[in-house]
């Protein structure tokens, strides 16, 4: 992935001034943020979604909350129970029990459902977890091992550099996480149509353009995520960059933006002013010691 990377420049357009949005969600001084030059409106070469009502008039910036950690569980799905939190017996319903039950970190953990296939799981009904920023893969988690997990990786400081070994754990197998970035799509229909819609349109354009630029899976996978907040800003995307250390969030996202999201922000690291919701938690403060060699 570093060959997709290449140095940032300065920064423009937003200030630690805007409400409600942290410090550390900003992009740092020496981030492009770049107004999006996609295609015309209307645009005839790139598929339009059906009719919906999208806001268009709220502003983007701060409209997702805060978290330090995002636990991202395989379930092979692309849909789930419209509050998965609710869905018993889940993986996901028993992580956010105990995350509720037993919240002492000064970060959110957020759980979400993925579509990613379980494929390093060797026991029945066992999921592969990806956690974020600690960029690892948790394997054969099941909803019984759910207080174990969580005591094991979740109830632990955050990573404070991307050299940290692997944690160890005597019920369930890690690894280090095989995909180099990830853009994650809402596709929660039964939570919210607009991004149940709007979803497989994206991820067929954004798999158009990682074909066309021959930039393979193992370097940016794409995956349908369980809700994120903001359904009237269908379609809302997360792109992990920097071995997941960090998160940008976009929203009203359209096949003409998927070009400059793969162009801008997956290879260079820099973040579409206009899509731009906020960002995991520090994800522009490391020291430029600790960035990505470029």
């Not at 290449?6 to 409400?19: D, N």
């Not at 509050?83 to 017996?89: A, Q, S, T, V």
Request: hydrophobic share 35%.
């Amino acid at each position: 992935m570093a060959s997709l990377i290449s140095k940032l420049g300065s920064a423009v357009g937003l200030t630690s001034s805007t409400p409600n949005v942290d410090n550390d969600q900003l992009p740092p001084a020496d981030c492009v943020v770049s107004d999006c030059t996609a295609c015309p409106n209307p645009c005839d070469d790139h598929r339009p979604y059906p009719h919906m009502e999208i806001d268009t008039e709220t502003p983007l910036l701060g409209s997702m909350k805060p978290y330090g950690r995002h636990i991202m569980i395989s379930t092979g799905q692309t849909d789930w129970a419209s509050h998965i939190e609710d869905d018993k017996g889940t993986l996901a319903a028993e992580l956010n029990v105990i995350v509720n039950d037993q919240f002492k970190q000064d970060w959110r953990n957020f759980i979400t459902n993925t579509s990613m296939f379980t494929q390093y799981s060797t026991i029945p009904n066992a999921h592969d977890v990806i956690i974020l920023p600690d960029n690892i893969l948790v394997t054969d988690v099941t909803p019984d091992r759910a207080q174990a997990f969580y005591d094991e990786f979740l109830n632990q400081p955050l990573p404070a550099s991307p050299n940290e070994p692997l944690k160890v754990s005597e019920s369930m197998k890690v690894q280090k996480n095989p995909y180099a970035s990830m853009i994650l799509i809402c596709s929660h229909k039964k939570r919210d149509r607009r991004c149940g819609v709007v979803a497989p349109i994206l991820a067929a354009e954004f798999d158009n353009v990682l074909r066309e630029k021959d930039i393979s899976e193992d370097d940016v996978a794409i995956f349908m995520v369980s809700h994120v907040g903001g359904h009237k800003f269908a379609g809302n995307i997360i792109c992990y960059i920097h071995e997941g250390r960090t998160g940008i969030w976009y929203g009203r996202v359209n096949t003409c933006h998927c070009k400059p999201i793969i162009e801008e922000t997956m290879c260079e690291g820099k973040v579409i002013k206009d899509l731009y919701r906020g960002a995991m938690s520090h994800s522009f403060v490391q020291s430029k010691s600790d960035r990505v060699k470029w």
